[in-house]
């Protein structure tokens, strides 16, 4: 213990909250407990070296770690809020919010592309034009009629909810709010 140092007496439930948020057993208890407070909406299990390489004990004062993703993928859509554990689950979501809410919409939006993909397509290989035999590993059925890329960035998926929301004729930023931005 630093000379720095003031002992803190925390009850049961703290303590198994500090330690669903370690990131290895390297880790410090004030290691974990000052990522948990100051502000970042990130787990410390989130979070990685930077570099990927691991920080011995001697040097734990020198650690930085980089953001790697939010706790979860909150948005609102027309006033109502939900929330996914995957950006891939917050996109299906959204994009089922919007086809529900207009029978047309799947059909519509299969009509926009970017380079060289589609955003929704009735057959896999379609969203993949210029490659199509990428549609083994990454199209996912969206409902019985429809498929979606799931081999996209958080920008990217950005950008095409931008597309989506044009389509639907909503507004990004208002009516549909990506909370995880």
Same mark, same amino acid.
């Given at each position: ?10 009850? @049961? ?6 330690? !669903?948020? #370690?990131?290895? +057993? /390297?880790?410090? &208890?004030?290691?974990? @407990?000052?990522?948990?407070? &100051?502000? /970042? ?8 070296? /930077?570099?990927?390489?691991? !920080?011995?004990? %001697?040097?734990?004062?020198? #650690? %930085? ?5 939010? &706790?979860?993928?909150?948005? %609102?859509?027309?006033? =109502? ?5 995957? @950006? ?12 529900? =809410?207009?029978?047309? +919409? ?7 592309? %970017? ?9 896999? *290989?379609?969203?993949? +034009?210029? =490659? ?9 059925? @969206?409902?019985?009629?429809?498929? +979606?890329?799931?081999? &996209? =960035? ?18 990004? *930023? ?8």
């Amino acid at each position: 213990m630093s000379l720095n140092a003031t002992t803190v007496e925390i009850d @049961l439930e703290t303590y198994k909250a500090i330690e !669903a948020n #370690r990131n290895n +057993f /390297e880790q410090s &208890l004030g290691d974990i @407990l000052k990522t948990m407070l &100051l502000g /970042e909406k990130v787990k410390v299990r989130d979070l990685k070296p /930077e570099n990927n390489e691991v !920080a011995g004990p %001697t040097d734990r004062k020198a #650690r %930085t770690y980089t953001k790697i993703r939010p &706790l979860d993928y909150s948005f %609102t859509f027309m006033g =109502s809020h939900s929330s996914e554990p995957t @950006l891939r689950d917050a996109y299906k979501a959204i994009l089922l919010k919007l086809a529900y =809410s207009d029978k047309n +919409f799947l059909e519509r939006l299969s009509h926009e592309k %970017t380079r060289a993909r589609r955003i929704v397509a009735r057959i896999p *290989g379609d969203l993949f +034009f210029k =490659s199509p035999e990428l549609a083994r590993n990454h199209a996912e059925k @969206l409902t019985s009629d429809w498929w +979606f890329d799931t081999n &996209l =960035s958080e920008l990217q998926v950005v950008q095409r909810l931008r597309m989506a929301c044009k389509v639907a004729g909503i507004q990004f *930023g208002k009516d549909l709010v990506l909370d995880f931005l």
